[in-house]
DNA sequence: CGGTTTACATACATTCTTGTTTGTATATAA
DNA sequence: TTATATACAAACAAGAATGTATGTAAACCG
């Protein structure tokens, strides 16, 4: 049988994204052909032309299902500025329910482990590249307001400026992102991570928490 | 002319190396070919397949160049136990060590580049992982025991554990050097890595430097 | 000095992958 | 109800990449 209804054929679109997540993970995106996609889903490749141009393009609907949102996740948890609760506070939450949402949401997950392990940017990815970049300058603009915001309230250590401790705290989270993703087994950092994050902030607290 | 002498042969072998990572740093690993590789270093896929077994071996060859000897190099600045500079000194002086290493050698920051961003860790590739792993751990704990002797000498703010600083500080480098190897203009990182490393340092001083 | 091995170049066969084209049954709109 | 566009499946053509097999001239060794 074939024609299916409008509902139908988004519903194959997913699987065939799903079906993309899956066998980039196991075999990197390069050596992934639209072959071994379609199989997966369960269809043929004639599916997979109709409904995307190539690779890239399953790669970009990939990222932008679950790579992008987690972006603006974290963005939005810092820029909703709730003034009740202390910046330093604000900060660490954000961080965490970041780290929350790769610990319970596989899909996320796994994108994540795809765009960091298992993507070589070159051509068509480059531009990727920048925009994580200018990602990466966003958070830590959000990041420096919130010191900001606690330097004003007295809850930060002094000397230190807000804009070096974004920093810094930026490129702590950056690298536990990328050790949280190669840490397959969880043993070193997985199960670790948000005590390795409260005591990262912690260490800017003028009255550490205990 | 054909059947050099082993000198030549030798040479050979490094130029085919050398051109791999040519070619691997502009089109990433899988899409380079042998062909690539060979027309780069002015050979035939003959010579290639006479030093190397096939690509990955052509890597392999790359990776001991350049990553292992930094690895090294890092591990030993943390291991030779100066005793008369100070333990947080020595940890800065290392990493600093390593970032200067990275700007003056382009073919230690290129093979870095390619092992950070133009490579996928499925199938043969996936052992590099556990070692990049392990040889994490093992910076983590030198730098640790740099911290309890740091802690010794009362030279850190208290109520911290060596362990969790050490933990944080690796994250921080971590971070430091993937975002160093993205930032291929150098505008946000690369030019201030130092003062980022000496920021972070400070943070643990119980008496910053100015 | 002659045989053997080395260090490649060249040619060949095979497999993989891609993009396109064609076919087709059915939903949908008019 | 019928024409058309949709949502695929199946077949096709072409190039690319790999590994191997063969050829060869010069270095090396006895």
């Given at each position: 049988?074939?024609?299916?209804?409008?509902?139908?054929?988004?519903?194959?679109?997913?699987?065939?994204?799903?079906?993309?997540?899956?066998?980039?993970?196991?075999?990197?995106?390069?050596?992934?052909?639209?072959?071994?996609?379609?199989?997966?889903?369960?269809?043929?490749?004639?599916?997979?032309?109709?409904?995307?141009?190539?690779k890239t393009d399953i790669f970009y609907a990939l990222?932008?299902?679950?790579?992008?949102?987690?972006?603006?996740?974290?963005?939005?948890?810092?820029?909703?500025?709730?003034?009740?609760?202390?910046?330093?506070?604000?900060?660490?939450?954000s961080l965490c329910d970041t780290i929350n949402e790769?610990?319970?949401?596989?899909?996320?997950?796994?994108?994540?482990?795809?765009?960091?392990?298992?993507?070589?940017?070159?051509?068509?990815?480059?531009?990727?590249?920048?925009?994580i970049l200018n990602n990466c300058s966003n958070i830590?603009?959000?990041?420096?307001?919130?010191?900001?915001?606690?330097?004003?309230?007295?809850?930060?250590?002094?000397?230190?400026?807000?804009?070096?401790?974004?920093?810094?705290?930026?490129?702590?989270?950056?690298?536990?992102?990328?050790?949280?993703?190669?840490?397959?087994?969880?043993?070193?950092?997985?199960?670790?991570?948000?005590?390795?994050?409260?005591?990262?902030?912690?260490?800017?607290?003028?009255?550490?928490?205990?």
């Amino acid at each position: 049988m074939v024609r299916k209804t409008k509902e139908d054929a988004e519903l194959t679109r997913q699987r065939i994204i799903d079906a993309a997540r899956a066998v980039f993970l196991t075999r990197g995106i390069s050596r992934s052909t639209l072959e071994h996609i379609a199989l997966e889903a369960q269809v043929t490749r004639g599916a997979v032309y109709w409904h995307f141009k190539n690779k890239t393009d399953i790669f970009y609907a990939l990222r932008d299902r679950a790579f992008l949102p987690l972006i603006d996740r974290m963005y939005d948890t810092l820029a909703t500025q709730t003034d009740d609760t202390d910046p330093l506070t604000q900060i660490e939450d954000s961080l965490c329910d970041t780290i929350n949402e790769l610990n319970e949401n596989i899909e996320m997950r796994q994108i994540y482990e795809i765009m960091m392990i298992k993507c070589e940017y070159v051509d068509e990815f480059a531009t990727v590249l920048q925009q994580i970049l200018n990602n990466c300058s966003n958070i830590t603009e959000k990041i420096q307001l919130a010191y900001e915001r606690a330097k004003e309230q007295s809850l930060l250590i002094p000397i230190f400026t807000p804009h070096e401790l974004a920093l810094d705290t930026h490129l702590f989270f950056s690298g536990l992102l990328h050790m949280w993703v190669k840490d397959a087994d969880g043993s070193r950092f997985r199960y670790q991570a948000k005590m390795l994050i409260k005591s990262h902030i912690n260490l800017r607290r003028i009255n550490p928490k205990t």
